[in-house]
């Protein structure tokens, strides 16, 4: 991610549907009443069918770059391990409330060593630098990275299922400009003829962490916003084309699976959904991603390779606002993913980087801090709008920890007396833990659908006409007979609904509400009568029920 990207994906007029998009619910903002009448209040239907099944969950997760190694390597223990219980804690307290959002996927940012070169990198914040395991290929110093190795083994200890590694750049000894930014505008930073190489680095690295560190990495994702140019300094990055990441990935595959690894490349991690579904005219050789990918008839098909996961990641990024351009930019991507049979769809990366004015977000963009419901409101949309119009089988934020003063981070840190870094020593040791509403609204999501649930079809909704009003999403747990309903409620007005469940009856008629507002952070609720249940005003609410 990077926060000085100037690119802007062109409107789409797609007009496609979501193949399960159905009839819309119309939501007035307020009622009309006359003082002479009673108020009759009436619920609206909520119907959801547990027999027809959509797209099958995987996970929910955030990025450990940057902050993490410092703030893994340096910070006092017990703060460190508040972190991690807040990201990664399955457990819930004696009333009942989550300890934290129960995340099912960590991303490791598998370093590419401009922290060894310092200055020298070109890459002026040291905290957007990284170590390497290795400054040769041959000898591997597994004390690197210490910090993310740190977080790693917390989020492992604490259930999370997935770790995936991603890098920004080949490691430094490799690229044709020794350095970990770019410097050629379209193609991969790296030597001629050090494909293999760089395989070996992966596989070496994926292996060690395991031999010496006990983890596991469960994917492998080679290439990060391939579109850029990333020929700037204000981190690491290398254009790819679609050709470059082919070639590597059928070089790496085979040395995998000798390696005995199980890890999966996952591939796209597209800086906007566009250049998944489209070929974006600027740069023609880094898009139409499914098509070159995966599509049925391409000649670069790598679906069939071992150890590839047959799924495509781009980003949330810049077709977020206006909301006609979020919506079309999930239906054409899910249109286009329904074209690679067995091809699912993740969203691998967000933060705002949008500007869609004061009314949106606090300050109008991503610049300042908002830990409160304003930005966990825009986030949990922009999450619903993914799953339910894109289709998407995880979603995944951006960085999980941030030190800045900008909408960037989960959990964000500071000194106390300001809301954002300063100069290198800022929160480097140290500092105060700040939880955010964001956090706890994607806790909405994460701590309750549990990878292998299946989301399920709410007949008469559309979500694409409610993302001003009350989105819903319905999942099941078909092991545990359990209910998952998650609400965003972008409305200022409460509104009451009446659950009609078919393929399925509810234990009691009781839903227990989960509640992130103004006031809560994923309290518990008592559990309401779901014939008659209320979702609060500018909140997001997941209810859970078990069903037979």
Request: aromatic letters at 10%.
């Amino acid at each position: 991610m990077n926060f000085i990207k100037n690119y802007k994906a062109s409107l789409l007029f797609s007009g496609l549907l979501f193949i399960n998009s159905s009839l819309i619910i119309s939501c007035s903002s307020s009622d009309t009443t006359d003082d002479s009448k009673p108020v009759v209040s009436t619920a609206k239907d909520l119907n959801v069918n547990l027999d027809a099944n959509l797209q099958t969950m995987e996970s929910f997760g955030a990025s450990d770059a940057w902050q993490c190694n410092f703030i893994g390597k340096n910070w006092p223990s017990d703060k460190r391990n508040h972190i991690a219980d807040l990201l990664f804690s399955k457990e819930v307290d004696a009333d009942g409330n989550p300890k934290g959002i129960g995340l099912s996927l960590w991303r490791f940012n598998l370093g590419a060593g401009s922290t060894e070169q310092g200055e020298a990198s070109d890459i002026g914040d040291e905290w957007r630098r990284t170590e390497c395991f290795t400054a040769d290929g041959v000898t591997y110093d597994m004390s690197k990275q210490a910090g993310q190795v740190w977080f790693m083994k917390a989020a492992k200890e604490r259930g999370v299922e997935k770790l995936l590694a991603f890098t920004n750049s080949a490691p430094v000894y490799l690229t044709n400009n020794g350095k970990a930014h770019a410097s050629i505008k379209e193609f991969y930073n790296l030597k001629d003829g050090k494909m293999p190489d760089l395989a070996d680095f992966w596989v070496n690295a994926i292996d060690k962490l395991k031999t010496e560190h006990g983890l596991t990495i469960d994917y492998i994702s080679p290439f990060n916003e391939p579109q850029y140019e990333w020929d700037g300094t204000g981190q690491e990055g290398s254009p790819a084309t679609n050709a470059n990441i082919y070639s590597f990935v059928n070089v790496l595959s085979p040395k995998l699976q000798s390696k005995g690894l199980s890890s999966q490349i996952v591939v796209g991690e597209a800086g906007a959904y566009e250049p998944l579904y489209k070929t974006v005219t600027s740069t023609p050789s880094r898009s139409n991603q499914i098509d070159y990918f995966f599509g049925p008839n391409s000649t670069k098909n790598i679906g069939g390779l071992s150890n590839v996961k047959k799924t495509i990641s781009g980003h949330s990024y810049w077709q977020a606002w206006p909301l006609s351009e979020l919506i079309s930019s999930r239906q054409a991507a899910a249109s286009k993913v329904l074209t690679a049979p067995g091809l699912s769809l993740w969203s691998s990366e967000y933060c705002v980087l949008e500007s869609p004015g004061i009314s949106e977000l606090s300050g109008g963009g991503g610049s300042g801090r908002d830990l409160g419901m304003q930005l966990a409101l825009w986030t949990a949309r922009i999450i619903s709008t993914d799953i339910a119009i894109g289709g998407v089988t995880s979603w995944q934020w951006w960085t999980a920890i941030s030190r800045g003063d900008y909408k960037d981070g989960l959990i964000h840190v500071d000194n106390g007396t300001s809301n954002g870094a300063g100069n290198a020593d800022y929160c480097k040791n140290d500092g105060y833990v700040r939880d955010s509403k964001t956090l706890w609204a994607l806790g909405n999501f994460s701590f309750f659908v549990k990878p292998g649930m299946v989301r399920v079809q709410i007949p008469g909704l559309d979500n694409s006409a409610a993302t001003t009003d009350i989105m819903l999403t319905a999942y099941k747990d078909e092991l545990n007979k359990k209910l998952v309903v998650v609400a965003v409620n972008f409305s200022k007005t409460a509104r009451t609904y009446k659950l009609n469940l078919s393929g399925g009856t509810l234990t009691n008629n009781k839903l227990t509400p989960y509640t992130t507002s103004d006031t809560k952070s994923l309290k518990k609720g008592t559990d309401v009568d779901a014939a008659n249940f209320e979702i609060e005003a500018r909140s997001v609410v997941t209810y859970i029920g078990n069903y037979k």
